[in-house]
């Protein structure tokens, strides 16, 4: 069954800094080994950070769902395996030459990492799990 997060879960999360969600991500991956992103029917949809083209990501449904509105009123959240993303995401958003924007928030794109980084930083906390 899919973790499912309480609002005061949410609230925790979205208060925290960059710097933090980016380890919160990290390990909530690495413990549920899900990415989520946002979809449409054209693929999976950039933001612009830091002079970069990213895709956003996110450990939980209900952090990425919080994004469908406006532009994004559209959108999907669609959950990404671990396997997959490593097999086959890191590979194809590095040929794209896309990063990835890490639990983005209202203040901006959250940490920016390339895929190889991301998927460094993966594998690394999952042999240690």
């Known amino acids: 069954m899919e ?3 309480t609002t005061e879960e949410l609230s925790r999360i979205t ?3 960059a710097e933090q969600r980016y380890a919160y991500f990290i390990q909530a ?3 549920l080994q899900q990415i989520w992103i946002l979809t449409d029917d054209e693929g999976f949809v950039l933001v612009s950070a830091e002079d970069e083209r990213c895709v956003p990501v996110w450990p939980h449904a209900e952090l990425a769902e919080q994004w469908i509105e406006g532009e994004w009123s559209h959108c999907t959240a669609q959950a990404v395996d671990v396997e997959t993303w490593l097999e086959k995401w890191t590979s ?3 040929g794209d030459e896309l990063a990835i924007a890490v639990l983005p ?3 901006g794109p959250g940490v920016v990492v390339l895929p190889e980084e991301l998927a460094d930083t993966l594998i690394s906390e999952m042999q240690e799990d």
């Open 3 to 5: 973790y499912q997060l």
């Open 29 to 31: 991956v690495v413990d």
């Open 92 to 94: 194809g958003l590095n």
């Open 15 to 17: 208060a925290l800094d």
């Open 105 to 107: 928030d209202t203040d």
